[in-house]
């Protein structure tokens, strides 16, 4: 009957083992999963935070060109140069480009 205590002692503390090693297996592989979605999110941010200083120079630009266009002194020059209007009787000449 010792023998029999003691071979179903073994036996349970072998069950017992494999049950927690199973365990901490799950456990690990649980953090490592969480590891590895926090460096993704990471990476993610960082993209995120590129996009957005891009979008915020673009808006300061584009805020920039606003207030340009109010001036109608700037808007007279822009137009002149870029669409080669005219004021009253001057004449518009093209000049041959490089």
């Known amino acids: ?13 072998k069950l017992i083992s494999i ?34 200083q891009a979008l915020r120079d673009e808006n300061a630009s584009l805020t920039s060109t606003k207030e340009k266009l109010e001036d109608p002194d700037y808007v007279q020059t822009y137009a002149r140069g870029e669409y080669m209007f005219s004021k009253g009787d001057e004449k518009v000449f093209y000049l041959p480009g490089d």
């Open 19 to 52: 049950a927690l090693i199973i365990m901490a297996i799950a456990i690990l592989i649980g953090v490592l999963q969480k590891i590895y979605n926090m460096f993704a999110l990471q990476q993610q941010a960082k993209m995120v935070e590129a996009e957005l």
């Open 1 to 13: 009957m010792a023998k029999k205590k003691k071979k179903t002692k073994a036996i349970i503390s």
